[in-house]
């Protein structure tokens, strides 16, 4: 990947101690993965087929957040995130950056054979994952907008969404102003600027509560590489009331045990080409990947495919049991890192694989 090293794929820059355009890491040797990886985590990182409930453990392991509650607070949203400003989230440099041109691919109605290897393109074959993947965009505590990439998974609400907990926050408490990103508002199959399914706000989210630790001596990359890097999202209705489910519809999730080499197809929004000529994606459209998928030698609990996706594509869905003829499969993980941080050849994109702390998550966002 052409990103600079051990940044975390949703993030050009980070904003934790003024630190915008790099993000210091050094997992491999961090005292604070050795501390994050308990028992527990590990168990986490080669999850059960368990059934979880939103009982006393969720709540230990759930730190929550509260996003656009009010009409007023949904409409401001609304209207912050116009063409031009989703065309240039994620520049390091937004005012002197140009608006990328369109991508004007043209679609291909014939399904990719099953089984095809793939180290990065546009998405062309249409199918559910081009209506309810899409681009989650945000904004930093230092005013600067961000984008990541999410999915809406089924659940009973019909209302959940997955993506990066590194999407969601910085490490540090979770009171803190500067903790959160601000402004969350995800687009259903976006495209060149444009909101083809319209565009949901956010209601409340959640994070495994590792992320709590202290910013002093935990980067968000230490929590990642432990295997916490699931967020989860529960969008708010359309203004008919209108479930987010019901428009875009969703693709099913799963929590087991990692597969050596199994074939996966991983889906994102990369635009890290914002900042780096030589790199071509910059989130005009989705990009895929597809190849068997292995644990980074690095950080052997993340688990990924040969990819060139780039910053942006964070949180985007890993899914098994793909049928590329329908678009559906089983998210099974969400997009963390490159080989940069866990390890590999080059390019590989590796994502956390959903365990038992990602259920509880899951538990509780479909619940709400």
């Known amino acids: 990947m052409r ?51 939103v009982g006393g453990a969720a709540r230990q392991d759930t730190t929550t ?37 369109d991508d004007n691919t043209p679609d291909d109605s014939r399904p990719l054979p099953a089984n095809t290897p793939d180290s990065g393109s546009v998405w062309t074959h249409g199918g559910a994952v081009d209506r309810n993947v899409g681009r989650l965009f945000f904004t930093f505590d230092d005013g600067y907008d961000g984008s990541c990439t999410a999915t809406v998974v089924a659940g009973a609400n019909r209302s959940t969404v997955i993506t990066a907990a590194h999407c969601l926050r910085s490490v540090g408490s979770p009171s803190a102003d500067d903790t959160w990103n601000h402004n969350f508002y995800f687009v259903p199959g976006y495209r060149n600027g444009t909101k083809p399914l319209g565009g949901f706000t956010v209601r409340t989210m959640a994070t495994s509560s590792r992320w709590n630790a202290d910013p002093d001596t935990t980067e968000s990359s230490d929590v990642a590489a432990a295997g916490y890097d699931a967020g989860f999202l529960v969008a708010n209705p359309t203004a008919e009331g209108n479930p987010i489910a019901d428009i875009t519809g969703s693709q099913h999730i799963g929590f087991g045990r990692p597969v050596q080499d199994e074939f996966v197809h991983t889906f994102g929004y990369p635009n890290y080409g914002l900042n780096v000529p030589s790199d071509t994606y910059v989130g005009s459209r989705m990009i895929h990947c597809a190849g068997p998928s292995h644990p980074g030698p690095v950080v052997p609990l993340l688990w990924g495919e040969t990819c060139d996706m780039s910053s942006g594509s964070s949180g985007g869905p890993h899914l098994a049991h793909f049928d590329t003829r329908t678009g559906t499969g089983t998210v099974v993980g969400i997009t963390t890192t490159d080989q940069e941080l866990a390890g590999g050849q080059t390019p590989t994109l590796y994502a956390t694989r959903l365990g038992d702390s990602a259920h509880r998550l899951y538990n509780w966002a479909q619940s709400r």
């Open 3 to 53: 990103t600079p090293p051990h940044r975390l794929c949703g993030h050009p820059y980070s904003t934790r101690r003024n630190l915008r355009y790099a993000v210091g890491a050094t997992v491999a040797v961090s005292a604070a993965v050795v501390a994050l990886v308990t028992p527990t985590a590990a168990a986490d990182a080669a999850p059960r087929n368990l059934s979880s409930t």
């Open 65 to 101: 957040h509260v996003g656009a509650t009010t009409a007023r607070e949904r409409a401001r949203i609304s209207v912050y995130w116009t063409p031009e400003r989703m065309k240039l989230a994620g520049a390091m440099v937004p005012e002197i950056t140009p608006v990328p041109e």
